[in-house]
């Protein structure tokens, strides 16, 4: 199975460039210590753009972003932003530091309830974040196995890996919980419901910079089939300095994972990208039935005439 999303944002020529201004400053822990290769976020609280910028040696980074308010987000191994994510209102070039602290609660920033970034704390609904650390901390190969552990949702799966599963929200039917790709639906078109349950065990975390699970009616903004609840795959958009990993692993049933992904940032970080692939396959299954195999890919490509 293949997913593949290319995003192209493009205005007019004729129109008259918005300059962009820079925002830098020192990424610190909290003894004053330089934090080197840090991952800074600016999100555009009025276009939902994300701008990323990534420290050098000394801690120091810097990003060109439009005019405007933003919220910030900063992390790095074992490190997370001290506090709430920062409201940073950007009208010129500016020095913006950042302290990062260890064993905080990190501060995330999601996008699904309303359409705009926004911190958990300003959230009303009931939002559950699983980032990208999470997943592979705990070893996560698709969609259903990052969302056992949520709260509120029942995943069913009707066997091993590639067997038909379900998702349920606050006990509604399965076709009332929606799923998303980057804030768009993905469905399939020969279900009675035009739901995505028969493609949710094949949906492999590939190139997913994390995945938010909204429990509770949001079918003000992504129509009825989200009465229970919405489940949104974001892709990872890249940006910053280049960047990748690759896993491999196996185990019992005879089954093999391979995964690789990279993404990052050129032409002054307007040009951004990132892509993934992955394989898995299950060789024996269950008293020897109930072989699988998925191939999977996904990317984002992103470039910004004017902000």
């Not at 910030?72 to 950042?98: F, M, N, T, Y």
């Not at 038909?164 to 768009?184: E, S």
């Not at 280049?242 to 690789?260: I, K, M, Q, Y």
């Not at 394989?279 to 109930?290: S, W």
Request: hydrophobic share 35%; glycine share 14%.
């Amino acid at each position: 199975m293949s997913l593949t999303k290319i995003t192209v944002a493009a205005f007019l020529f004729t129109c008259p460039l918005l300059a962009q201004v820079s925002v830098s400053g020192r990424v610190s822990d909290s003894s004053g210590a330089a934090v080197r290769h840090a991952s800074v976020y600016f999100y555009s609280r009025s276009t939902g753009e994300r701008y990323t910028a990534n420290s050098d040696d000394s801690g120091m980074y810097s990003v060109a972003v439009p005019r405007g308010s933003y919220l910030l987000e900063a992390e790095a191994p074992g490190l997370r932003l001290s506090g709430a994510a920062a409201a940073v209102d950007v009208q010129g070039a500016r020095d913006w530091p950042v302290q990062l602290v260890v064993g905080a609660a990190r501060s995330s920033i999601e996008v699904t309830t309303t359409g705009t970034p926004q911190s958990l704390d300003q959230t009303a609904k009931a939002v559950d974040v699983i980032d990208r650390a999470e997943l592979d901390q705990r070893g996560v190969e698709s969609l259903t196995d990052g969302l056992r552990d949520v709260p509120g949702l029942r995943v069913t799966q009707r066997g091993g890996p590639g067997y038909f599963a379900t998702v349920q929200m606050r006990g509604l039917r399965t076709f009332d919980t929606a799923v998303l790709i980057d804030g768009m639906r993905f469905r399939d078109v020969g279900a009675t419901q035009g739901d995505a349950s028969s493609f949710l065990t094949d949906l492999l975390l590939v190139d997913t910079s994390r995945v938010e699970v909204v429990r509770g009616a949001a079918s003000s903004l992504y129509g009825t089939n989200a009465i229970g609840g919405v489940i949104n795959m974001v892709t990872d958009s890249g940006g910053g300095n280049f960047h990748g990993s690759v896993t491999a692993d196996g185990g019992g049933l005879g089954e093999f994972r391979g995964l690789a992904r990279f993404g990052g940032g050129i032409a002054g970080n307007r040009f951004h990208y990132s892509a993934g692939a992955g394989h898995q396959d299950v060789t024996n299954g269950v008293g020897g039935f109930g072989r699988y195999r998925n191939t999977t890919g996904n990317g984002l490509v992103d470039y910004s005439v004017r902000p």
